[in-house]
């Protein structure tokens, strides 16, 4: 059985930090292209950080460009997040996405492919 787990949400101060972590389990983790998503009450789940399976290719959306770093370990099964300079806007659940070998773009913009989604952590940034 697959499990998809997100972690490391929290509340924080503007121009704070906080890494995001994903556990899977139950899949070969480097059979896939992984992401982060992000949603808020009342919109549709928006694409933040997507990464190929190979680790050679990644892509950031341009509200998180400079800030925030996606990062696998594909030895342990893991996804990460880690977000410097959280902003208010930044503030949602974030959800970790497991998707197939497609283009990134795709996956990021179109949610194209995606297999598993966790079930998401809360991130609070306070002004």
């Known amino acids: 059985q697959v499990r998809v787990e997100e972690s490391g949400g929290a509340v924080v101060h503007a121009g704070g930090s906080l890494r995001l972590s994903c556990e899977t389990r139950?899949?070969?983790?480097?059979?896939?292209?992984m992401g982060w998503f992000r949603q808020t009450p009342g919109k549709e789940r928006e694409g933040v950080s997507c990464?190929?399976?190979?680790?050679?290719?990644?892509l950031y959306k341009d509200p998180v460009k400079g800030r925030f770093t996606i990062s696998r370990d594909n030895t342990n099964n893991r996804l990460y997040l880690q977000m410097n300079s959280l902003q208010p806007e930044d503030s949602g659940t974030y959800f970790c996405?497991?998707?197939?070998?497609?283009?990134?773009?795709?996956?990021?913009?179109?949610?194209?492919?995606?297999?598993?989604w966790g079930k998401g952590t809360l991130v609070t940034v306070s002004s």
């Open positions: 996405a497991v998707a197939g070998i497609y283009r990134l773009e795709q996956i990021c913009t179109q949610k194209h492919g995606i297999n598993y």
């Open positions: 139950g899949l070969t983790f480097d059979d896939y292209n």
């Open positions: 990464i190929s399976w190979s680790v050679r290719a990644t």
